[in-house]
Nanobody, 126 residues
Framework: QVQLVESGGGLVQAGGSLRLSCAAS????????MAWFRQAPGKEREFVAA????????KYADSVKGRFTISRDNAKNMVYLRMNSLKPEDTAVYYC???????????????????WGQGTQVTVSF
């Protein structure tokens, strides 16, 4: 079974930066579309960014476009989320997700992804 482990979260001031990492194991990582989602307290889990298996296609939520960058290193079985110009409204638990089946749905669909990490907390202070 594929396992995903996120790291890199923490507390940062508004305007600061963080890089989240997601380590994948137990599967053929290079074949998977990958994504990041986030969930703030009292809110539903929402799409943040996604990257196709080839790295040729990316998609971002409007709220993070121009500030966040998703990337992957297939040799290391890693996916990253670089977050710049962080805002207090970016505060959430961030989840890494993988489409291991795979399904040819839009990259921003939550139900496209069948494998999820445990999440990492990102807190942005004023």
């Amino acid at each position: 079974q594929v396992q995903l482990v996120e790291s890199g979260g923490g507390l940062v001031q508004a305007g600061g930066s963080l890089r989240l990492s997601c380590a994948a194991s137990g599967g053929t990582f290079r074949n998977y579309d990958m994504a990041w989602f986030r969930q703030a307290p009292g809110k539903e889990r929402e799409f943040v960014a996604a990257l196709s298996w080839s790295g040729g296609t990316t998609k971002y939520a409007d709220s993070v476009k121009g500030r966040f960058t998703i990337s992957r290193d297939n040799a290391k079985n890693m996916v990253y989320l670089r977050m710049n110009s962080l805002k207090p409204e970016d505060t959430a638990v961030y989840y890494c997700a993988a489409d291991t089946i795979p399904v040819t749905w839009n990259l921003d669909r939550r139900d496209k992804y069948d494998c999820w990490g445990q999440g990492t907390q990102v807190t942005v202070s004023f």
